[in-house]
C-alpha cells in the first residue's frame, strides 16, 4: 500500500483526523498544539497522525493535499486546512458550522468559551 493509499484510507475510515507533529496528548509543534488543543477542549473524537513517526507520510501528506504545511485537518475525507485556517473557522463560528453539518459531535458551549476568550 502506497502511502497516498495509506492517507487516503486514515481520511476516510475516520470522521475527523488531524495529521500533526506528535500526538494529541503530546503535540510536538506550536501549530499542531493550537489545533489538537481546540478540537480537545472541543471535545471533537479525532484520529491524530504523527507525521515525525514516519518521513514518507510527512511528505505524503503534503504531496496528498498540495498544501505545505503542517498540521492538516480532514473532516469526512475532505482537506479543511492548517492551523491558520482552523484558528479563523474556530473564531468565526464557521467551524461548529462544518461539524454539525458532518454530524460530528462536538461542545457547542466550549467552542463559544474559545470565541469569548478570544473577543
Known amino acids: 500500500?502506497?502511502?497516498?493509499?495509506?492517507?487516503?484510507?486514515?481520511?476516510?475510515?475516520?470522521?475527523?483526523?488531524?495529521?500533526?507533529?506528535?500526538?494529541?496528548?503530546?503535540?510536538?509543534?506550536g501549530f499542531s498544539s493550537r489545533v489538537a488543543g481546540v478540537l480537545n477542549f472541543?471535545?471533537?473524537?479525532?484520529?491524530?497522525?504523527?507525521?515525525?513517526?514516519?518521513?514518507?507520510?510527512r511528505q505524503g501528506i503534503k504531496d496528498y493535499s498540495e498544501w505545505p504545511?503542517?498540521?492538516q485537518l480532514y473532516v469526512k475525507g475532505e482537506f479543511v486546512g492548517g492551523c491558520d485556517i482552523i484558528t479563523e473557522m474556530t473564531l468565526s463560528g464557521e467551524l461548529d458550522t462544518l461539524?454539525?453539518?458532518?454530524?460530528?459531535?462536538?461542545?457547542?458551549?466550549?467552542?463559544?468559551?474559545?470565541?469569548?476568550?478570544?473577543?
Do not use: H, Y
Open 42 to 57: 472541543m471535545g471533537v473524537d479525532f484520529a491524530d497522525v504523527n507525521v515525525l513517526a514516519d518521513e514518507d507520510m
Open 69 to 71: 504545511t503542517v498540521p
Open 1 to 29: 500500500m502506497t502511502i497516498a493509499d495509506q492517507i487516503k484510507e486514515t481520511v476516510t475510515s475516520n470522521d475527523v483526523v488531524l495529521f500533526m507533529k506528535g500526538t494529541k496528548s503530546m503535540p510536538q509543534c
Open 99 to 119: 461539524f454539525a453539518e458532518n454530524a460530528v459531535t462536538f461542545d457547542k458551549d466550549a467552542a463559544d468559551k474559545i470565541r469569548e476568550a478570544n473577543a
